[in-house]
């Protein structure tokens, strides 16, 4: 009757478990992971410092950890935020935090499922993202679903001795539901 909202062929979208925080902290000793991931100053992580991870989601948020259908195991996240209800816009981020299963178009996966959800049953009209524009895979994955490139904050990032563009992608309700059908 409806299209599957939070499952695709090898992936589903979950709420956070209080025993994924050591997962994640895990993640967080991948500096190149963390490089990719945010243009924040990067440093290890405990699993208490991941708090209450059921309570990451907001009236303005939605925020689920990205699981395969078929060992259950956690391998990233998706998140919508800064959604402005009035503007029915929203801003997502997305990490494959298993570094085994970078490269297998689980991205992509959770990406159409995230979009699904802001476009079918949040009723959003456009969801944007900013990128590093070193992450070159990240990029590739984006423009395949459909983001299309709107403007760079050049030399807004200082990593690693250099300066690096932040690039800003958007995709609207139209141009992802037109690539959708077959």
Do not use: C
């Amino acid at each position: 009757m409806f299209p599957s909202l939070f499952t695709s062929a090898r992936l589903r979208l979950a709420a956070p478990r209080p025993d994924d925080a050591d997962i994640l902290a895990q993640w967080t000793q991948d500096a190149d992971y963390l490089r990719l991931l945010d243009d924040d100053p990067i440093a290890p992580q405990s699993p208490a410092s991941f708090g209450n991870l059921g309570a990451n989601s907001d009236a303005n948020s939605a925020y689920f950890h990205v699981r395969t259908l078929d060992t259950d195991r956690l391998i990233g996240f998706v998140v919508l935020f800064n959604i402005k209800w009035r503007n029915q816009t929203g801003e997502m981020a997305i990490g494959i935090g298993d570094a085994a299963q970078r490269g297998q178009g689980y991205g992509r996966e959770a990406l159409d499922l995230l979009l699904g959800y802001a476009f079918h049953e949040l009723g959003l009209y456009r969801v944007g993202l900013t990128v590093l524009d070193y992450n070159i895979a990240a990029i590739r994955v984006y423009e395949r679903v459909g983001f299309v490139r709107e403007g760079v904050q050049r030399g807004a990032v200082w990593r690693a001795g250099a300066r690096h563009d932040l690039i800003a992608y958007g995709i609207l309700r139209d141009e992802w539901l037109a690539r959708q059908t077959p």
